[in-house]
T-cell receptor, first 114, second 112 residues
């Protein structure tokens, strides 16, 4: 079955620490990959996306993600987190031939301590 | 340009009551989606539409119906609400298959 797995459910970091959130998907075909962020009380916003080309993708607010096809992974990174990065982060995948449906991971709650 | 809007923002229902959630987008997007968000489960697709007059079932369609009479609107209906439908509901739209989706602000529904 097509699925997305986020390994870290709750991450707590201090400001200026580096962040890496894991995301793996289950299918080996063509995929479009996304990371969304949901700040407290707000709706989902697109952080970054990967369709093709350079597997290292840069998004907004200093986030980046690397697509590793051999590992079916699309991990999110940020070199130095800020308190304002406290939010829930969702990895999502669109599998080819799936009518554009996003399949979401369970989400990772990031808490950044000042 | 408001993007994707949802009404209402909050609602409390009693078991067995019915209601309709409205989603509207002003980006002329073909594709629209309804999700529910529950703790620890991410977002799950309820129903979606690939164009005006079309609807299709998603991952968790039971207990919900939808209609897309106008391109800009996508309605989600609960005919007989159950406590298991307590959730936050998000609507989204996209211009084409495979592209990222734009999300609305959500509707928090509580069924007592």
């Amino acid at each position: 079955a097509q699925s997305v797995s986020q390994h870290n459910h709750h991450v707590i970091l201090s400001e200026a620490a580096s962040l890496e959130l894991g995301c793996n998907y289950s299918y080996g075909g063509t995929v479009n990959l996304f990371w969304y962020v949901q700040y407290p009380g707000q709706h989902l916003q697109l952080l970054l996306k990967y369709f093709s080309g350079d597997p290292l993708v840069k998004g907004i607010k200093g986030f980046e993600a690397e697509f590793i096809k051999s590992k079916f992974s699309f991990n999110l990174r940020k070199p130095s987190v800020q308190w304002s990065d406290t939010a829930e982060y969702f990895c999502a995948v669109i599998y080819s031939g799936n009518t554009g449906k996003l399949i979401f991971g369970q989400g990772t709650t990031l808490q950044v301590k000042p | 340009n408001a993007g994707v809007t949802q009404t209402p923002k909050f609602r409390v229902l009693k078991t067995g009551q019915s209601m309709t959630l409205l989603c509207a987008q002003d980006m002329n997007h073909e594709y629209m989606y309804w999700y529910r968000q529950d703790p620890g489960m991410g977002l799950r697709l309820i129903h979606y539409s690939v164009g005006e007059g079309t609807t299709a079932k998603g991952e968790v369609p039971d207990g919900y119906n939808v209609s897309r009479l106008k391109k800009q609107n996508f309605l989600l209906g609960l005919e007989s609400a159950a406590p298991s439908q307590t959730s936050v509901y998000f609507c989204a739209s996209s211009s084409a298959l495979g592209l990222g989706q734009y999300f609305g602000p959500g509707t928090r529904l509580t069924v007592l």
